[in-house]
Nanobody, 115 residues
């Protein structure tokens, strides 16, 4: 089994920054991709950013130029640096890990952007 633990969420003013972290543990053998998704109230969960084992990245259009995804393979950890935050970024952010055609989810961390 794989466990994902997210941290770094919170309340921030518009224009501010936050850094999310997600540490993976358990049956980690060969991670194919790690990423971040988010779900706002009343909306479907959507992709924010992903990073593959080869460090290829993919971003939602809404966060390009503001968010940066990175990973530390030695620590099985993925990060999401979020800058220039907007109220519409408010959501629960979920970490996702893909390994051998299986996907695992973290419990989510709340990000609220408000003045």
């Amino acid at each position: 089994q794989v466990q994902l633990v997210e941290s770094g969420g919170g309340l921030v003013q518009p224009g501010g920054s936050l850094r999310l972290s997600c540490a993976a543990s358990g049956s980690i053998f060969s991670i194919d991709v790690m990423g971040w998704y988010r779900q706002a109230p009343g909306k479907q969960r959507e992709l924010v950013a992903t990073i593959t084992s080869g460090d290829s990245t993919n971003y939602a259009d809404s966060v390009k130029g503001r968010f940066t995804i990175s990973r530390d393979n030695a620590k099985n950890t993925v990060y999401l640096q979020m800058n220039s935050l907007k109220p519409e970024d408010t959501a629960v952010y979920y970490c996702n890990l893909g390994q051998w055609n299986m996907h695992y989810w973290g419990q989510g961390t709340q990000v609220t952007v408000s003045s």
